[in-house]
């Protein structure tokens, strides 16, 4: 059932509305996919298909690692499980990954796909990206958690978009798999212990895609229990980043029970721009949200918070700006990452000049803090995130660096 339209209008309405409500729920496909499962509802799916109770864990084991070690896309490569049990689970599930609907590649390797996911209605599909960073030290995938957003931030274009529905905890960890997929990295990726987990070529992970990860909080903190599985996908959780506007009563949460970094989309220094470029912000304000990351668990010069700032020329880009910044954050351990603003058709908002954020970063250098925007040109910086392209259309030079400055949150 296509959900009706008035489901689409904000909670609060008018122009100053923080939230839409989620319109769609996700309907399963007649055939699951077994990509993505938790152990417990792979258990629960190797009893609907008739594995005694006793045999499931080692069946669980097995299977787990086919899918997360060994990618295994066809049951038939399951050779550790019987011929008949393989033809059982062939009856009744898939092993189908997140469906590509689009792929762009950049000739320094960055990845970006357009990912089609089932809507409430079969006529209905959505869409969300997922990004492949790579770099010298590390290859970053940027993950989705939302088919668009809840929340109206003024400067993106996924909070422009009005249809949404949660992913589910499979869509997240199986953008992973999907990723291992098209870079043909499992063999890399499932070198023996003790191998440099650099090697790989997916070797952090950020949820920095469209969506608002801690408004989908169960399905993202399930979702990444299956991509950090140490016997699985094995993505640390050090290296797992999540991105949050704010969500200040699942900050905590995020720290406790997901046990990854964390990235805070600061972008203001005053409650009253922030208030406009972050609605979010009316309902936490700065002084909650620093103190929730004050005390995020496990926080320590070790593992450091970033904070996320968008460069938006005459906005919030000044040097006062900069200065208020290092004071506002003073006492957190934290990294600052500087994000070039990427326009979108209809954004209000223009890029910082280049000498301006250099000016910018400056600051924040000098006051201790890495300064993660080493772009040298000023022409061709931007960032990008959250802005679905054609499928024809390439990623531009300056998307590829703003993806790069969001990339680089260790
Ligand atoms: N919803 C989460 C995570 C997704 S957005 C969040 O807001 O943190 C990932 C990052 O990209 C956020 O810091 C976001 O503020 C930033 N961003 C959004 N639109 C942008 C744009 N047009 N240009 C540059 N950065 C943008
Ligand atoms: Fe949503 Fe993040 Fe975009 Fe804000 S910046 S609208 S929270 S995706």
Known sequence: MTAPLAAYEPVTAGPAAIEKRPQERYVAPAKPSLVGLSREKLAQALGEAGVPERQRRMRVQQIWHWLYVRGAADFDMMTTLSKELRAELAQRF??????????????????????????????????????????????????????????????????????????????????VVLARDRLNDWQRAAAPTGADPEKRLVSNVVMMGMGEPLYNFEAVRDGLAVVADGDGLSISK????????????????????????????????????????????????????????????????????????????????????????????????????????????????????????????????????????????????????GQLKSATEKLSARERLALRAMAMTD
């Open 94 to 175: 898939t092993l189908a990954r997140p469906e590509v609907a689009a792929e762009q590649i950049s000739a320094d390797g960055t990845r970006k796909w357009l990912l089609r996911l089932p809507g409430e209605s079969a006529d209905r599909s959505h869409e969300v990206e997922c990004v492949y960073i790579p770099e010298t030290d590390r290859g970053t995938l940027c993950i989705s958690s939302q088919v668009g957003c809840t929340l109206n931030c003024s400067f993106c274009h996924t909070g422009t978009q009005r249809l949404v529905r949660n992913l589910t905890a499979e869509e997240i960890a199986g953008q």
């Open 238 to 385: 050090r290296r797992i980043t999540l991105s949050t506007s704010g969500v200040v009563p699942n900050i905590a949460r995020a720290g406790s029970e997901i046990g990854c970094m964390l990235a805070i989309s600061l972008h203001a220094v005053t409650d009253e721009l922030r208030d406009q470029l972050v609605p979010l912000n009316r309902k936490y304000p700065l002084r909650e949200l620093l103190d929730a990351c004050r005390n995020y668990p496990g926080v320590s010069n070790a593992r450091r918070i970033t904070f996320e700032y968008v460069m938006l020329k005459g906005v919030n880009d000044s040097l006062a700006d900069a200065r208020a910044l290092v004071r506002l954050i003073r006492g957190i351990p934290a990294k600052i990452n500087l994000i070039p603003f990427n326009p979108w058709p209809g954004s209000q908002y223009e890029c910082s000049d280049w000498e301006q954020i250099e000016k910018f970063s400056g600051i924040v250098f000098d006051a201790g803090y890495a300064s993660p925007v080493r772009t040298p040109r000023g022409r061709d910086i931007l960032a990008a995130c």
